[in-house]
């Protein structure tokens, strides 16, 4: 019996030390996770581009792309060849980090917003505190700049059989869905960008991404033709 529980309990805290590693891992590593702990948990690169943005000056004539990496990654302004667009995407980004620099951006009152935002997320919370802060990010948009046109985007899936992401399609859906319905209750525009990204699984297609979670360019050509007709002249 003492034997048995002996296996047991050395079966356990190996499993344990996998999941450790593998957190340790999709957080970028030891010297990545000290770093952010000495920095309340932001990386040097997000607070780099952060403190770029911030003093940028956005106004009424500007159309603004925020969200995480993937809407970094895009070259909006040459995508459609309008000088007015600006963006506001970082890498690494989640719903907290939108709301701490909204400020910035809806000072201005631009034109347009374009939002998608909550992939990152998913690695730390559930999808109700996801939403919670999704809400207030829609609550402050439509509060202190009301005449933006606020274009929400769904978040897109991901590909674990390209790449392990952490992350769970169903999660994912779960959390489109409850977008969604705060785009329906607050009369907002919802571009369900999921659906013409997944493949018959469920999953993003792989034509569309290296990694599992990011896109190539065939990725944001679709992105641009799916929005193309949303973004003013």
């Not at 952060?50 to 004539?61: A, F, H, K, P, V």
């Not at 959390?175 to 329906?184: E, V």
């Not at 960008?193 to 297609?205: C, E, R, S, T, V």
């Amino acid at each position: 019996m003492k034997n048995i529980l002996l296996i047991a309990s050395i079966t356990l805290n190996l499993l344990l030390l996998l999941v450790l590693a593998y957190a340790v891992q999709r957080l970028g590593g030891p010297n990545a996770i000290l770093s952010r702990i000495r920095n309340g948990g932001i990386s040097e690169a997000y607070q780099h581009r952060t403190q770029i943005l911030e003093n940028l000056t956005i106004d009424s004539s500007n159309i603004v792309f925020l969200g995480n990496s993937l809407t970094e990654y895009g070259e909006w302004r040459e995508f459609f060849n309008n000088r007015n667009i600006r963006n506001r995407g970082i890498g690494g980004e989640f719903t907290d980090g939108i709301l701490r620099r909204l400020d910035p951006v809806i000072t201005g009152k631009p034109r347009q917003i374009f939002l998608m935002i909550g992939i990152n997320d998913l690695i730390l919370h559930r999808p109700p505190h996801i939403l919670a802060n999704y809400q207030a990010i829609v609550e402050r948009i439509k509060l202190e700049s009301p005449d933006t046109e606020l274009i929400v985007q769904s978040i897109l899936p991901v590909n674990n059989d390209v790449k392990n992401t952490g992350l769970a399609n169903t999660d994912v859906l779960t959390l489109n869905k409850g977008i969604q319905k705060i785009t329906t209750d607050f009369k907002l525009k919802y571009v369900d960008l999921h659906q013409k990204f997944k493949d018959a699984a469920g999953n993003l297609d792989a034509t569309y991404t290296l990694d599992g979670i990011h896109l190539n360019r065939a990725g944001y050509e679709l992105w641009v033709k799916e929005i193309d007709h949303l973004v003013q002249r």
